[in-house]
């Protein structure tokens, strides 16, 4: 069961966070950074996307249905169903990062990589995917202003013209520039990755260290740490089999249903902590907290179901790369 590296950089940055927090002129400073930090993200984002590829996905359009009703509808009932445990079980900040999580969209690297282990659809992981995280931009700050309202941590009417402007805005700008800049964010896929994960860190350094200067931490005990994992475990295992049995119920073929289980049960750590920033501020810590654990959770029970699916007789004597990438073409826009 792999544990994420990149895991281990944020468990430090957070450390850091914790022994060395940003003050005064440095708080400000690494604030402006975050900001263009999370714009450049986003920029990114658009100019890796193609438009064209992923309307080709649209020819397999229940599959996508499917996974982003399991993604914006019924992880955020979950969410909800939650809220039956506050406060003996979790507390209302940690709630509320629990239902942000839920929120977020779907990755799309780690979907990809499951489902080629598990002999699934991997076009249809790759489009469902890209889909998600489009989707998300508009998706996950409209669901946030609905659930969470005024309580999610000072979120407002403001936070959705800091969306529009930081996040929107950019990924638009890099779908219009795609056209001039798409081959050289092709050719140095690799150092903007860093760059990508280096503005995460970036982004978290400075919300545990606004979180750290207010006291924010001091609500959160290891039994409270505890609980929170444990809800998160049954939130996941519910996901997993709803898409498993749900994708049967609805008729898709075993290589459908791997790319519907592993793109419908996870939330993307890349996409929902510079939105947490934007839409939490001072309260992003704690609101990203629920996302990274549910993320290392997703990670390492993925992995083992991936490999018990490709050792499924069904999966017996097919490619690691299903037939059905004729029915579903996505490209290489996948972070």
């Not at 714009?39 to 193609?50: D, H």
């Amino acid at each position: 069961m792999p544990v994420d590296p990149y895991i281990v950089l944020l468990l430090g940055t957070v450390g850091l966070a914790a022994l060395f927090p940003a003050h005064g002129t440095g708080a400000h400073v690494a604030s402006g950074a975050s900001t263009a930090a999370i714009a450049f993200l986003f920029f990114l984002y658009g100019a890796r996307l193609s438009t064209r590829e992923a309307m080709d996905g649209l020819r397999h359009w229940r599959l996508h249905l499917t996974v982003l009703a399991c993604t914006f509808l019924v992880f955020p009932v979950l969410g909800l169903a939650a809220r039956g445990l506050v406060p003996t079980v979790l507390t209302q900040p940690l709630y509320q990062g629990l239902l942000f999580l839920t929120l977020v969209p779907s990755t799309i690297q780690s979907s990809i990589a499951f489902t080629s282990i598990a002999r699934g659809n991997v076009p249809a992981a790759i489009c469902a995917g890209s889909f998600s995280s489009l989707a998300g931009i508009l998706v996950t700050p409209l669901l946030a202003a609905l659930l969470l309202g005024g309580s999610g941590g000072g979120f407002s009417a403001d936070s959705l013209v800091r969306i529009v402007l930081q996040l929107l805005v950019p990924f638009l700008a890099g779908q219009v520039l795609r056209r001039w800049i798409g081959g050289f964010v092709a050719r140095h896929k690799k150092i903007l990755g860093l760059v990508d994960r280096g503005s995460i860190l970036l982004v978290v350094y400075t919300a545990f260290s606004e979180g750290m200067t207010r006291g924010i931490w001091h609500q959160v005990s290891p039994a409270r740490l505890g609980a929170l994992l444990g809800v998160e475990a049954v939130l996941l295992a519910v996901m997993l089999g709803l898409t498993w049995y749900g994708g049967r119920m609805l008729g898709f073929p075993r290589e459908d249903r791997i790319a519907i289980q592993f793109a419908g049960s996870k939330k993307s750590l890349a996409s929902g902590l510079p939105m947490a920033s934007v839409l939490f501020g001072a309260h992003a810590s704690l609101a990203v907290l629920p996302l990274m654990l549910f993320h290392q959770m997703q990670l390492m029970v993925c992995a083992v179901i991936a490999k018990r699916r490709a050792r499924d007789p069904e999966a017996a004597g097919e490619p690691a790369g299903p037939a059905a990438a004729s029915r579903a073409t996505a490209g290489t826009g996948s972070r």
